[in-house]
């Protein structure tokens, strides 16, 4: 070891001895400090962490939280759309609410209604069917232990359900012949069954038959009304109720019959329009007797359609020309339009003309 030289001056000097280190300082030693250990093998190590105390929330289920109607009121027949609020997003596999609806037979609802994952609310259509008052349906979810509900108001459509109108209103048929009238029915907006027709209040020895006596839903479409006046009809006015219905509801027009006589001042007896068959086929035909011989004018027109539509022409024969009859029976014929019945036609013979005769109903000559 080299010597220590005692001068103090600004020095320092590190010394090792025995494995510790010493500093050396002019005028004083410092204490020995410890040679930092490198460590030896495996080992491991990881960062303190602050330790506290970890709250888990709790799970809760989702409730049912509101039940809403848009709109609350309406005119029946028309649709309403009901939302259901939960009071937090639905879980993984969604929420299925249960819906009950305390008159099925107007309200038309869903038994059960989705409310998909992560969501709070569903909404679902509801239709409505027609009423006559107003009237008020409870609806309600539920799921789980949560219910809640609202009640819709179902209210009547200002305007008629449907309407039934003669076309015309009234007929003037002689005994002994039968005369055609067109029945129209027409559906409102809330409207959708078919309509049975039917006639009452006739008087003994007249009938009244439609074509066809069903009316398909939603209800608008018309009837040919034939009506028939047997011979043994006294002459007058008569009132006949003519009524479609779909079971609940019904809705009425009035057909004035008023029954003639015919003619007993002139030659000619009453008009009856009937269908001749002749040779395997069918024929527009009209019978009546003379009631003496004489020269009178003759025509007549033949429409297609059941109404003698003046715009739907198919034949005339005659023209009003004169011809000289005894006072015996005759029938006449169109001869060009052979088993086509959905036809009619006017005759006039004489001081006679007859109703409008529908051939798709009119009685065998």
Same mark, same amino acid.
């Given at each position: 070891?080299?010597?220590?030289?005692?001068?103090?001056?600004?020095?320092?000097?590190?010394?090792?001895?025995?494995?510790?280190?010493?500093?050396?300082?002019?005028?004083?030693?410092?204490?020995?400090?410890?040679?930092?250990?490198?460590?030896?093998?495996?080992?491991?190590?990881?960062?303190?962490?602050?330790?506290?105390?970890?709250?888990?929330?709790?799970?809760?289920?989702?409730?049912?939280?509101?039940?809403?109607?848009?709109?609350?009121?309406?005119?029946?027949?028309?649709?309403?759309?009901?939302?259901?609020?939960?009071?937090?997003?639905?879980?993984?596999?969604?929420?299925?609410?249960?819906?009950?609806?305390?008159?099925?037979?107007?309200?038309?609802?869903?038994?059960?209604?989705?409310?998909?994952?992560?969501?709070?609310?569903?909404?679902?259509?509801?239709?409505?069917?027609?009423?006559?008052? &107003?009237?008020?349906?409870? *609806?309600?979810?539920?799921? +789980? /232990?949560?219910? #809640? %509900?609202? =009640?819709?108001?179902?209210? $009547? !459509?200002?305007?008629?359900?449907?309407?039934?109108?003669?076309?015309?209103?009234?007929?003037?048929?002689?005994?002994?012949?039968?005369?055609?009238?067109?029945?129209?029915?027409?559906?409102?907006? &809330?409207?959708?069954?078919? *309509?049975?027709?039917?006639? +009452? /209040?006739?008087? #003994? %020895?007249? =009938?009244?038959?439609?074509? $066809? !006596?069903?009316?398909?839903?939603?209800?608008?479409?018309?009837?040919?009304?034939?009506?028939?006046?047997?011979?043994?009809?006294?002459?007058?006015?008569?009132?006949?109720?003519?009524?479609?219905?779909?079971?609940?509801?019904?809705?009425?027009?009035?057909?004035?019959?008023?029954?003639? %006589?015919?003619?007993?001042?002139?030659?000619?007896?009453?008009?009856?329009?009937?269908?001749?068959?002749?040779?395997?086929?069918?024929?527009?035909?009209?019978?009546?007797?003379?009631?003496?011989?004489?020269?009178?004018?003759?025509?007549?027109?033949?429409?297609?359609?059941?109404?003698?539509?003046?715009?739907?022409?198919?034949?005339?024969?005659?023209?009003?020309?004169?011809?000289?009859?005894?006072?015996?029976?005759?029938?006449?014929?169109?001869?060009?339009?052979?088993?086509?019945?959905?036809?009619?036609?006017?005759?006039?013979?004489?001081?006679?003309?007859?109703?409008?005769?529908?051939?798709?109903?009119?009685?065998?000559?």
């Amino acid at each position: 070891m080299l010597p220590l030289k005692n001068t103090c001056t600004s020095w320092s000097l590190f010394l090792r001895f025995a494995g510790i280190l010493f500093l050396l300082k002019c005028g004083a030693i410092a204490q020995p400090q410890q040679q930092q250990q490198t460590p030896h093998g495996s080992f491991a190590g990881r960062p303190s962490t602050q330790v506290t105390n970890a709250v888990t929330p709790e799970l809760t289920t989702p409730a049912i939280s509101g039940v809403r109607l848009y709109p609350a009121a309406v005119v029946a027949g028309r649709q309403v759309r009901l939302k259901v609020t939960l009071t937090q997003p639905a879980p993984v596999g969604g929420v299925r609410v249960a819906l009950t609806n305390a008159n099925p037979a107007l309200v038309t609802a869903p038994s059960t209604l989705t409310i998909a994952k992560g969501h709070t609310a569903a909404i679902v259509e509801l239709s409505t069917l027609a009423v006559t008052t &107003s009237t008020q349906v409870a *609806l309600t979810a539920k799921y +789980s /232990n949560s219910t #809640a %509900g609202a =009640t819709l108001t179902l209210n $009547p !459509s200002k305007s008629p359900p449907f309407t039934v109108e003669l076309q015309p209103a009234a007929l003037s048929v002689d005994q002994g012949t039968s005369a055609s009238d067109q029945l129209v029915t027409k559906a409102g907006a &809330s409207f959708d069954n078919s *309509l049975a027709l039917n006639a +009452s /209040n006739a008087p #003994a %020895g007249v =009938t009244v038959s439609f074509s $066809p !006596s069903l009316i398909a839903a939603p209800g608008s479409g018309t009837s040919q009304l034939s009506v028939g006046v047997d011979r043994t009809v006294a002459p007058g006015t008569y009132s006949i109720k003519i009524a479609a219905s779909d079971g609940n509801l019904t809705r009425t027009a009035t057909l004035k019959l008023t029954v003639g %006589g015919g003619s007993s001042s002139g030659p000619v007896g009453a008009l009856k329009g009937c269908t001749l068959k002749m040779g395997g086929h069918k024929y527009q035909a009209v019978e009546f007797n003379m009631n003496e011989s004489a020269t009178v004018d003759f025509n007549a027109i033949l429409y297609f359609g059941p109404v003698c539509d003046p715009n739907r022409w198919a034949d005339q024969f005659g023209f009003g020309n004169p011809l000289s009859l005894g006072g015996v029976g005759y029938t006449f014929w169109f001869s060009d339009f052979a088993d086509q019945l959905n036809t009619s036609a006017i005759w006039m013979v004489g001081n006679q003309t007859s109703q409008c005769v529908d051939y798709s109903v009119a009685p065998d000559c």
